[in-house]
């Protein structure tokens, strides 16, 4: 009884043991496979389009970084209800830039041997903006329901104020400063020549009749 009840458990040993050696050869890699919890499959679909090439000529010379907190309060359509704000922690940049592009060969002189006089377009605000990843949203009261809108219109003046602030702190007087240092050099080098650079005198505009 004994010997016939060994012979049957002989097989099951068998594949206990064959179970148990396949287990510890492959069950590193399915454990690294994460069957039970498999990743989401994700399918991108996209057609980008070029719709315009634009020329750029714009030589970028100092770039203004601004910080300020700033209310925006907006007045309220009824009487009894009290005004909406906003209150922004802003950070903002704006750049000063000559547009070579501008340049014309009228604009270029040489005298003798020695000297190139060069007459350079005006300086330019040739971009302003507000720096999301340095502002938030410091609080807001009484927006009823409107507080992306009155967000969006304190970003709107901020951004506005960024513009005013670059003008009012001489960004365009730095911008020419800054082409002198940089253009100078590097026109003497190319040229071997001595380089006078000077602004375009703006024309009188004319009074209408």
């Known amino acids: 009884m004994t010997t016939r009840l060994f012979r049957r458990l002989i097989p099951l040993l068998f594949?206990?043991?064959?179970?148990?050696?396949?287990?510890r050869k492959i069950g590193p890699a399915l454990a690294g496979l994460d069957l039970l919890n498999p990743?989401?499959?994700?399918?991108?679909?996209?057609?980008?389009?070029?719709?315009?090439?634009e020329a750029l000529g714009r030589l970028e010379l100092v770039r203004y970084h601004f910080r300020d907190v700033v209310e925006y309060r907006r007045s309220s359509r009824f009487p009894l209800l009290p005004d909406a704000k906003v209150a922004l922690i802003v950070g903002g940049?704006?750049?000063?830039?000559?547009?070579?592009?501008?340049?014309?060969?009228?604009?270029?002189?040489?005298?003798?041997?020695?000297v190139l006089r060069l007459t350079l377009?005006?300086?330019?605000?040739?971009s302003f903006q507000i720096r999301h990843d340095q502002s938030?949203?410091?609080?807001?009261e009484n927006g009823f329901f409107q507080d992306a809108s009155l967000v969006d219109a304190g970003y709107r003046?901020?951004?506005?104020?960024?513009?005013?602030?670059?003008?009012?702190?001489?960004?365009?007087?730095?911008t020419e400063r800054n082409a002198q240092l940089i253009l100078v050099p590097l026109l003497q080098k190319l040229t071997g020549r001595q380089v006078v650079?000077?602004?375009?005198?703006?024309?009188?505009?004319s009074i209408s009749e």
């Open 197 to 205: 650079l000077g602004p375009r005198l703006a024309l009188p505009q």
């Open 15 to 23: 594949l206990l043991g064959l179970g148990w050696f396949l287990w």
């Open 39 to 53: 990743a989401p499959r994700v399918v991108v679909s996209h057609q980008t389009v070029l719709t315009q090439i």
């Open 136 to 140: 938030r949203v410091f609080s807001t």
């Open 157 to 174: 003046y901020a951004e506005a104020q960024v513009r005013r602030a670059a003008l009012q702190s001489g960004i365009l007087a730095q």
């Open 93 to 114: 940049e704006a750049v000063g830039c000559l547009d070579l592009r501008k340049i014309r060969p009228a604009d270029i002189t040489l005298e003798g041997d020695s």
């Open 121 to 126: 377009p005006p300086a330019e605000l040739c």
